[in-house]
């Protein structure tokens, strides 16, 4: 094992002790175990003392709400990250891996969300990469190689051609691709993360068919999910974490549905939140039946003067979606958008913006920031699409004293508005994008996850504005996933499922269970 | 010039850091001609006025493509037709201009026209190529690399049918007139300067580097992203056009290969000047600097009496050394 980079112990061999096959020597409990696992990111800690005891020839499922750490963990156990403290331990041996290859080799197998195969290549081609079969010339031998392929897809009762190209394959059929690979490097350990959330229930079956499989030969799964009846067909234990900790392991016999979505939910609310009741008005958007085919359907809301309206779902719920239609950043050919009782057509996000409308998107480094300009360049940004300009010339002057205004108001810290973006933190890149849409004065605010991976104090910032912009009657959608926020900041909860409006809550009768039930079905 | 945006902003001069390191790097390498010079030639290199002007009247034709392909650059695209441009609208303007009663005219009834005539032919066929690059690029969405290619080769073809490869030649003297003694230099501050404004004070500059540095961000800000690289591209054809009616007025003849490799001297410029191939990044002011770096390398090899030849491969080598020197910069910057 080579030595590693980091703090983590290695094992110690004595003189004359032989290595064994890892297998052999080992005779513990758990083929994997995660123990008290930390990892930190600025301002976040994503992981803290968490563990993670898998048996083989169990399904193990690991469960939790978006950024509970899930992913964090896997990519550690991958070699993508490597932790601030604890210690994975594979076969009763510290794991050292460092890439997803060295991972593979020692015999941990992760099939990830987004499937990692060469779609112009064989399935033959693509479980074989870097390990085919050569014949006397050192030359592919791909009658070998087909071969192997259909005794390995013959083992594992999946059917499917060696010579098809893996773009033609759907994605339960994808996945099958992917299982029979990790299959073929005889993984002790295989690792799923949401490996239904884009295939149908018929295939769904299918591949449980194959992970009982999988699981009578000994191999130790972990399966990650949020959906709970798939924990109840398939999981032996489960897993629960929760805001990057560690909250249980049960046998999954053991418990009811609403134990584990308290498990998954049950934090205590400790950010306050400054959500003070003001005059709600008239309906300012309304918006019906809009439908985007495919990915949402048949979504109908209003939002009032003054409203704060949450809309809450998990991954996959397609609420970001509806926000992009409405903006017209991606519109929807089906349904009706009305403001102030008119109908209106939104082809772009000017046309948006041109009915007093703003969109703080999902990801500021994606589509929020121009990382590269500096803060002034950043906040002017939108208003000066539609305003500002005299003979051509951008009225500068008068451009950056509003911008001046509204960073201080804000309280964005930069040493100065020329400073570059990239420079900024990530709480204070958030404020300048508020900044660029309050400067268009909107009506309607669309914030998409507003605090995602800002530090505290920020956070209770942008609360307040919010707040205070409803008070002035400004209209506000607020997407989040965090639901202490969603709870303390909305009048009002829309929460969605897979792409379908799943219910309303109203303010004094939600809770966390209630919204969960919803957003998990 | 005062940036009018400072008025209001605390006063730290980061922008101009960049353009500054690449002045630096010009009086170096003129630093460096100049010890070599006394050298290996026993004379000065900088002390020699005429060698200057004669370096600068060089390389500013291929400065006024060079302004096209920055703003081009800053949006994050490229332009590999400009060359071709330059010598298509070579051979249609001059087509158009040739002096009265020239028997062996190509349009023998068109002799003796008023100079707009052949001006505007020109560059409206530059904006047209430009605007054709523009579209593809906007709503087909190909990679303006092989927009702009295909267009390379396509104009190439146009130069050489036009006349079946016969040169043009005899132009009035008021045509003429465009590329006599220093006014091609004289055109390039010009279009240098309008565009050093537009960059910097009006929307069309803003736009433009707001979609070089996040095309979607710039969407979502509102900013209509197609029309604007409609726009950008457009104005790159225009400004390779009139680089094309200033080489055949100077050379006082237009011929089908005119502007070859222009369109790859005119990105080297811009990358030296330090314009980023990532986009959103650079400035007018960069690629003049890059502009004059390439004109003194070019006139100090010769200066050094060293052979053509080195000069190319020497000219090579500073591209990519440029193009090293931004990634470098961008990894630094990441870092910090």
Redesign the interface.
């Known amino acids: 094992m080579p030595a590693a980079g980091s703090s983590r112990p290695r094992p110690i061999k004595t003189k004359g002790e032989t290595m064994l096959d890892r297998t052999s020597a080992w005779h513990g409990e758990y083929i994997l175990e995660v123990d008290n696992i930390t990892k930190e990111f600025p301002g976040v800690k994503a992981l803290d003392g968490v563990q993670l005891k898998i048996r083989p020839g169990t399904v193990h499922a690991l469960m939790g709400e978006n950024g509970a750490g899930k992913s964090t963990l896997m990519k550690i156990i991958a070699g993508v990250y490597t932790p601030d403290g604890g210690e994975v331990r594979f076969a009763g041996q510290p794991l050292d891996v460092r890439t997803p290859l060295d991972a593979l080799n020692s015999g941990i197998a992760m099939i990830h969300q987004e499937l990692n195969l060469m779609n112009w290549m064989t399935v033959a081609e693509n479980i074989w990469i870097r390990r085919e079969p050569l014949n006397r010339l050192g030359l592919v031998d791909h009658g070998r190689m087909r071969q192997m392929t259909a005794e390995l897809l013959g083992r594992l009762n999946i059917r499917l051609d060696p010579d098809q190209q893996v773009g033609e394959l759907t994605v339960a059929q994808k996945q099958m691709v992917e299982i029979a690979k990790a299959v073929s490097y005889n993984s002790d350990v295989l690792i799923m993360d949401e490996p239904t959330s884009a295939i149908t229930e018929a295939e769904v079956e299918h591949l449980f068919a194959i992970i009982r499989d999988l699981k009578s030969r000994g191999i130790g799964i972990v399966y990650i999910t949020h959906k709970m009846n798939e924990l109840f067909e398939i999981a032996d234990e489960f897993t629960v974490f929760r805001d990057g900790k560690y909250v249980g392991t049960h046998p999954s016999a053991d418990v009811t549905r609403d134990d584990i979505i308290r498990m998954m939910v049950g934090r205590e609310i400790t950010e306050m939140f400054p959500k003070i009741d003001c005059e709600i008005g008239e309906t300012v958007l309304e918006v019906r039946n809009l439908t985007l085919p495919g990915v949402f359907h048949d979504v109908s809301f209003q939002v009032r003067a003054g409203e704060i309206l949450g809309i809450a779902g998990l991954v996959g719920s397609k609420r970001s979606n509806v926000a992009e239609a409405i903006f017209g950043v991606h519109p929807a050919p089906i349904g009706d958008i009305l403001i102030d009782g008119r109908h209106v057509q939104i082809t772009c996000p000017s046309d948006a913006m041109g009915h007093g409308m703003a969109f703080l998107t999902e990801d500021r480094k994606e589509s929020g920031c121009f990382l590269i300009l500096d803060c002034l360049e950043n906040i002017q940004s939108a208003l000066i699409t539609r305003s500002h300009v005299k003979n051509g010339f951008i009225d500068l002057r008068t451009v950056a004293a509003k911008a001046e205004e509204m960073a201080a108001t804000l309280r964005i810290k930069t040493p100065s508005l020329r400073e570059t973006v990239e420079n900024l933190s990530g709480g204070n890149q958030q404020k300048l994008l508020i900044a660029r849409w309050l400067l268009t004065e909107p009506r309607i605010l669309i914030l998409d996850e507003p605090t995602r991976g800002i530090d505290v104090g920020a956070k209770a910032e942008i609360h307040r504005l919010i707040t205070k912009l409803a008070a002035q009657g400004v209209a506000v959608i607020m997407i989040s996933s965090e639901m202490p926020e969603v709870l303390g900041m909305s009048d009002r909860i829309m929460v969605m499922h897979e792409g379908h409006v799943s219910g309303f809550l109203d303010r004094a009768e939600a809770d966390q269970v209630k919204i969960m039930s919803l957003a998990a079905k | 010039m005062s940036d ?9 001069h ?2 101009m850091m960049a353009e500054l390191n690449i002045l630096l790097v010009l009086v170096g390498i003129s630093l460096t001609f100049e010890i070599l010079g006394w050298i290996m030639q026993g004379q000065s290199f900088l002390g020699n006025w005429q060698r200057l002007s004669i370096m600068i009247l060089q390389v500013s034709v291929v400065g006024i493509i060079a302004i096209g392909v920055t703003q081009v650059i800053i949006s994050g695209g490229i332009d590999l037709s400009s060359g071709s441009i330059v010598g298509a609208t070579a051979m249609i303007s001059m087509s158009l201009a040739q002096a009265a009663g020239y028997e062996r005219a190509i349009y023998p009834d068109l002799t003796g026209l008023p100079v707009v005539v052949p001006l505007l032919a020109g560059l409206l066929f530059g904006l047209l190529c430009g605007t054709i690059n523009g579209v593809l690029i906007a709503y087909t969405r190909i990679p303006p690399f092989i927009a702009t290619l295909g267009m390379m080769v396509t104009a190439r073809g146009f130069a050489k049918w036009y006349t079946k490869g016969q040169p043009i030649s005899f132009p009035s003297d008021s045509f003429a007139a465009i590329g006599k003694g220093m006014m091609p230099v004289f055109i390039f501050l010009v279009v240098a300067l309008i565009f050093h404004v537009a960059l910097k ?4 500059g ?2 433009t ?2 979609i070089g ?2 095309p ?9 992203v197609e029309r604007q690289l409609v726009r950008i591209y457009a104005i790159a054809g225009l400004l390779s056009a009139l680089a094309g009616i200033v080489v055949a007025a100077r050379g006082l003849t237009a011929q089908a290969g005119m502007g070859t490799m222009y369109e790859l001297d005119a990105i080297a410029m811009a990358v030296i000047g330090g314009v980023s191939l990532t986009g ?2 650079g400035s007018i002011l960069g690629t003049m600097i890059g502009m004059v770096i390439f004109g003194v390398i070019i006139s100090g090899f010769t200066f050094l009496r060293l052979d053509a030849y080195y000069q190319e491969m020497i000219k090579g080598v500073i591209i990519v050394a440029a193009v090293v020197a931004d990634v470098y910069r961008q990894k630094k ?2 870092k ?1």
């Open positions: 009018a945006s400072m008025a209001a902003a605390p006063r730290r980061r922008p004070y009006t929307r069309y803003k736009f580097y707001a540095a996040n979607q961000a710039a969407r979502v800000s509102g900013i209509n959103g990044r910057r990441k910090a």
